[in-house]
């Protein structure tokens, strides 16, 4: 997201948020019959609906997890394309969890299909998807383009169609390299380096000056 943050001025380095891996067990393979996982708000920008039209059109289960947005605007969106689908088709809400049950939802899913329709900033649950080694389906919008290899740990897709191709697909993903995906661009140890040669190189010129103010200057 750095390169949309320099439009504004200014020199800009992402670096993206961590996970903490220890809360999050891989697990290697899932039964032919796991479901897919929705996991975030419940609203419209976070792709719900289009998650339950590709799991009915592939007869997926699919376990829908996170907090319902008291608004006008959300409620009208649950009542209207949510709530009329759950308890049909293997569509099951089972509300906000913590993070032993995020883990324990995770690990258990084919996938985590979370197709948004906005620039998500980060979205931490899609490395925690993967921390698990599960595959995530969503949309090459905002930062997922970062976070998600095309094929390798998931799909990014730009339509229904798309959506349901990618669950079609899922047997392909190695579910191991999601999880070195995690560990690799998105564990504590990692993000702590990138900050520690962040600062390294703004201190450095000051240092420099300081020193050896001829060769600043």
Same mark, same amino acid.
């Given at each position: 997201m750095a390169v949309k943050g320099r439009q504004a001025g200014g020199v800009w380095h992402a670096i993206h948020n961590c996970v903490e891996l220890e809360k999050y067990t891989f697990q290697p393979t899932v039964a032919a019959d796991a479901p897919l996982v929705f996991l975030s708000r419940v609203e419209r920008i976070k792709g719900a609906h289009m998650a339950i039209a590709a799991a009915r059109q592939t007869h997926r289960r699919l376990l829908i997890a996170g907090n319902q947005v008291n608004t006008p605007e959300g409620e009208h969106? !649950? +009542?209207? *394309?949510?709530? $009329? =689908? /759950?308890?049909? +088709? @293997?569509?099951e809400y089972v509300g906000a969890v913590n993070d032993v049950q995020k883990?324990? /939802? /995770? @690990?258990?899913?084919?996938?985590?299909?979370? $197709? #948004?329709? !906005?620039d998500e900033p980060f979205g931490i649950v899609f490395a925690e998807a993967l921390s698990c080694g599960t595959p995530v389906i969503s949309s090459p919008s905002g930062s997922l383009p970062e976070i998600v290899r095309q094929g390798v740990d998931g799909y990014l897709v730009n339509h229904l169609t798309e959506a349901c191709n990618a669950i079609e697909s899922l047997p392909l993903i190695d579910r191991s390299q999601c999880r070195q995906r995690a560990e690799?661009?998105?564990?504590?140890?990692? #993000? #702590?380096? =990138?900050? *520690?040669? /962040?600062y390294q190189r703004q201190i450095m010129p000051e240092v420099i000056h300081r020193e050896h103010p001829s060769i600043a200057s």
């Open positions: 969106y !649950w +009542d209207t *394309e949510i709530a $009329p =689908h /759950l308890g049909k +088709d @293997g569509i883990n324990q /939802l /995770l @690990g258990q899913a084919a996938a985590m299909i979370v $197709p #948004i329709e !906005w690799q661009y998105f564990s504590a140890a990692v #993000i #702590i380096r =990138h900050y *520690e040669q /962040l």
